[in-house]
């Protein structure tokens, strides 16, 4: 299997067999980080969380760069170029010593990991040992481009055989820091918080306390006693057990396959005059959303007027749109050219290496 083939298997399971799982797992994937006090600690003491707009904004770029890295062709332009830039914004924290590998990794895990069990858990069928394969070798060279070391993984002397026994032993490994790391500390709270009120920044406020104690149940316990949170009444848990049965009965033996022109796209192609992309779905703020007339007075754009939501078009969202080089904090739009030429340049070599071995 080559990387090219793990991606297009990767595509299909993201945007045409379960594009809500696999989306919201990766939230979910990002969110379970907070739960290690290294990694909660590192983002609460860069300021970011401050105030509303920044943490809204931290958390769509965050979205933005990954979307760009996992959904277009490995050798694409925009995959090449999220890449560099989200070496960029990692590399000041490595180089200062306050970015651990382990946690780089952890990290990397859940990515490979979350989707395929939520997939387990949500889905009307599990993923198969071929897709699960192309989703280790897929990951296994995002990890690599992002320079994060194997050394803590037993085989790593060895390499692997296939992407499926990466996985496997990435699992082992990510379940037993879990273990040992996963504990509390008020940064793990805080970044709770701070998540709950942009996931939930549409919710009306009478409904908030139950969608909160819902969000919570879908979360595993050790999680939930890392950041500090309460676990909701049980009369939740079973609510929400008999709503996904009954999801996964429906869509076994009730639904037909989605067909390929209902597949989701996040995002846009890159504006051929200014080399600006739309992203086209959100859920809280409505981040590099292009204001169409269907996106500020369609059906969902009414239901958040009527509960005070906000909607596609104030200037402080940039409806513009956004350019791969700009993601990142306000302060560091515009920086890191040379650094991101760098990781470009080597990327190119590489994915034409692949193509070169693939051909030969």
């Given at each position: 299997?080559?990387?090219?083939?793990?991606?297009?298997?990767?595509?299909?399971?993201?945007?045409?067999?379960?594009?809500?799982?696999?989306?919201?797992?990766?939230?979910?994937?990002?969110?379970?980080?907070?739960?290690?006090?290294?990694?909660?600690?590192?983002?609460?003491?860069?300021?970011?969380?401050?105030?509303?707009t920044t943490s809204s904004k931290?958390?769509?770029?965050?979205?933005?760069?990954?979307?760009?890295?996992?959904?277009?062709?490995?050798?694409?332009?925009?995959?090449?170029?999220?890449?560099?830039?989200?070496?960029?914004?990692?590399?000041?924290?490595?180089?200062?010593?306050?970015?651990?590998?382990?946690?780089?990794?952890?990290?990397?895990?859940?990515?490979?990991?979350?989707?395929?069990?939520?997939?387990?858990?949500?889905?009307?069928?599990?993923?198969?040992?071929?897709?699960?394969?192309?989703?280790?070798?897929?990951?296994?060279?995002?990890?690599?481009?992002?320079?994060?070391?194997?050394?803590?993984?037993?085989?790593?002397?060895?390499?692997?055989?296939?992407?499926?026994?990466?996985?496997?032993?990435?699992?082992?490994?990510?379940?037993?820091?879990?273990?040992?790391?996963?504990?509390?500390?008020?940064?793990?709270?805080?970044?709770?918080?701070?998540?709950?009120?942009?996931?939930?920044?549409?919710?009306?406020?009478?409904?908030?306390?139950?969608?909160?104690?819902?969000?919570?149940?879908?979360?595993?316990?050790?999680?939930?006693?890392?950041?500090?949170?309460?676990?909701?009444?049980?009369?939740?848990?079973?609510?929400?057990?008999?709503?996904?049965?009954?999801?996964?009965?429906?869509?076994?033996?009730?639904?037909?396959?989605?067909?390929?022109?209902?597949?989701?796209?996040?995002f846009t192609a890159s504006d051929?005059?200014t080399g600006r992309i739309h992203?086209?779905?959100?859920?809280?703020?409505?981040?590099?959303?292009?204001?169409?007339?269907?996106?500020?007075?369609?059906?969902?754009?009414?239901?958040?007027?009527?509960?005070?939501?906000?909607?596609?078009?104030?200037?402080?969202?940039?409806?513009?749109?956004?350019?791969?080089?700009?993601?990142?904090?306000?302060?560091?739009?515009?920086?890191?050219?040379?650094?991101?030429?760098?990781?470009?340049?080597?990327?190119?070599?590489?994915?034409?290496?692949?193509?070169?071995?693939?051909?030969?």
């Open positions: 299997m080559t990387l090219e083939d793990a991606h297009a298997i990767q595509l299909l399971l993201a945007e045409l067999e379960f594009p809500g799982v696999f989306a919201i797992s990766v939230f979910f994937a990002i969110f379970k980080t907070y739960g290690i006090p290294s990694i909660s600690k590192l983002l609460v003491a860069t300021g970011q969380l401050s105030n509303s931290r958390a769509a770029d965050t979205g933005v760069i990954i979307t760009e890295m996992v959904l277009n062709k490995p050798s694409s332009t925009r995959t090449i170029d999220a890449i560099a830039r989200m070496n960029f914004l990692h590399d000041r924290y490595i180089r200062a010593g306050k970015i651990h590998n382990e946690d780089m990794l952890y990290t990397l895990s859940l990515f490979a990991l979350e989707p395929i069990r939520w997939t387990e858990r949500y889905e009307w069928r599990s993923l198969t040992d071929i897709e699960k394969c192309a989703m280790g070798l897929f990951w296994k060279d995002m990890g690599e481009v992002m320079h994060i070391s194997y050394d803590l993984l037993q085989s790593s002397q060895f390499d692997w055989p296939d992407g499926l026994a990466w996985l496997e032993e990435l699992e082992d490994w990510s379940v037993r820091y879990e273990k040992e790391h996963m504990v509390p500390a008020s940064t793990n709270f805080q970044l709770a918080q701070a998540t709950f009120d942009i996931a939930l920044f549409n919710v009306p406020r009478i409904l908030r306390r139950m969608t909160n104690n819902i969000v919570i149940g879908l979360l595993e316990p050790r999680l939930c006693t890392a950041m500090m949170l309460q676990r909701p009444p049980v009369v939740y848990g079973t609510i929400l057990r008999l709503i996904v049965k009954l999801r996964k009965i429906a869509l076994r033996h009730l639904c037909l396959p989605r067909p390929s022109f209902m597949s989701v796209k996040w051929p005059c992203f086209e779905r959100y859920i809280a703020q409505p981040w590099y959303i292009k204001p169409s007339f269907w996106a500020r007075w369609g059906l969902k754009a009414l239901v958040l007027r009527i509960v005070g939501g906000a909607v596609p078009g104030d200037p402080q969202y940039c409806p513009e749109g956004y350019r791969i080089s700009e993601l990142g904090p306000a302060e560091l739009k515009g920086k890191g050219e040379e650094e991101m030429d760098a990781t470009q340049s080597e990327l190119r070599r590489r994915r034409q290496a692949d193509l070169a071995g693939v051909s030969a």
